[in-house]
């Protein structure tokens, strides 16, 4: 039977955790119970913590959908040389690249904007500044742009396990230089789709673009892990229904403090071994 497509109506978040207290897991697996008589894994993580704000079982994922920017490659110093030279071309003074960063994640004409600041009414001059910012990061993405130490591994390890997930790309940059990135870096061969800001009629964190990877994947939201390193990731999957993971490497991991995400990591190793732990026999 063919699914429906996915609407862009929002579903409510998930319900909070079953204990106030987050989890930690370390030590050599297996099960525990809390107070409340709950289950948590207890994942080989060697001497490293994974914080657990709200637990789930990564063995009974289908699918992991990932930001981009900040999550999979280090790409601040290419977007920071891309505003300051649309700065330069506007005759507006540069900006320093911790300012940069952080107007980074709501997609190329919102950073645009903020990098404008008051001027960000004019719609004719971010326009034109949008252009230009487009046309100079097309020629300049891969300079400096790298993947984050490890991503391949963790990558490998989840797509891999023994029940297997299938991987996506979800970002707010826009499409075409998403997935040149992405094929140039040699990450192309683990996803199953990479859509970016321009993809559908709204961006992250409206859920319209996770629930269609869902539809094309045929996972649940049950099933689902949506891994970003800002509160617009965590927010479009809450929008959404998934499950989420935090990541403190990446360009804003300060947002992630308001609204915490289930699980949060401070590397791709650790990524990669909640998963190979939790598929261990």
């Known amino acids: 039977m063919r699914r429906d497509q996915p609407s862009a109506q929002k579903q409510a978040p998930r319900d909070g955790a079953s204990s106030s207290q987050p989890l930690h897991m370390a030590g050599s697996e297996g099960f525990r119970l809390t107070a409340d008589r709950c289950p948590q894994i207890?994942?080989?993580?060697?001497?490293?913590?994974?914080?657990?704000?709200?637990?789930?079982?990564?063995?009974?994922?289908?699918?992991?959908?990932?930001?981009?920017?900040g999550t999979l490659i280090d790409s601040r110093l290419d977007l920071v040389h891309s505003v300051n030279a649309t700065l330069r071309h506007m005759k507006r003074p540069e900006l320093p690249e911790d300012v940069i960063a952080g107007y980074v994640g709501d997609g190329a004409p919102v950073l645009i904007g903020r990098a404008l600041g008051v001027e960000a009414n004019d719609?004719?001059?971010?326009?034109?500044?949008?252009?230009?910012?487009?046309?100079?990061?097309?020629?300049?993405?891969?300079?400096?742009?790298?993947?984050?130490?490890?991503?391949?591994?963790?990558?490998?390890?989840?797509?891999?396990?023994?029940?297997?997930?299938?991987?996506?790309?979800?970002?707010?940059?826009?499409?075409?230089?998403?997935?040149?990135?992405?094929?140039?870096?040699?990450?192309?061969?683990?996803?199953?789709?990479v859509y970016g800001g321009n993809s559908f009629a709204t961006k992250k964190p409206d859920p319209l673009g996770a629930q269609t990877i869902l539809w094309e994947s045929g996972a649940s939201a049950e099933q689902t892990l949506i891994?970003?390193?800002?509160?617009?990731?965590?927010?479009?999957?809450?929008?959404?229904?998934?499950?989420?993971?935090?990541?403190?490497?990446?360009?804003?991991?300060?947002?992630?403090?308001?609204?915490?995400?289930?699980?949060?990591?401070?590397?791709?190793?650790?990524?990669?071994?909640?998963?190979?732990?939790?598929?261990?026999?």
């Open 123 to 193: 719609e004719a001059l971010v326009k034109r500044g949008l252009e230009y910012f487009l046309s100079y990061y097309r020629e300049h993405k891969l300079d400096h742009t790298r993947v984050y130490d490890g991503i391949p591994q963790a990558l490998a390890a989840i797509r891999g396990g023994r029940r297997g997930c299938k991987l996506a790309v979800l970002s707010n940059k826009p499409v075409a230089p998403s997935r040149a990135i992405v094929e140039a870096l040699g990450l192309g061969k683990f996803f199953v789709s």
């Open 42 to 69: 207890i994942y080989p993580l060697n001497h490293t913590l994974i914080k657990f704000n709200r637990q789930f079982d990564p063995s009974s994922l289908k699918l992991v959908i990932f930001d981009l920017d």
């Open 227 to 281: 891994v970003g390193d800002s509160h617009v990731d965590i927010a479009t999957g809450r929008n959404a229904g998934l499950w989420t993971c935090g990541v403190t490497y990446g360009f804003a991991p300060h947002t992630l403090e308001a609204n915490p995400p289930d699980v949060v990591v401070d590397n791709a190793k650790e990524l990669a071994r909640m998963f190979r732990g939790s598929l261990s026999p």
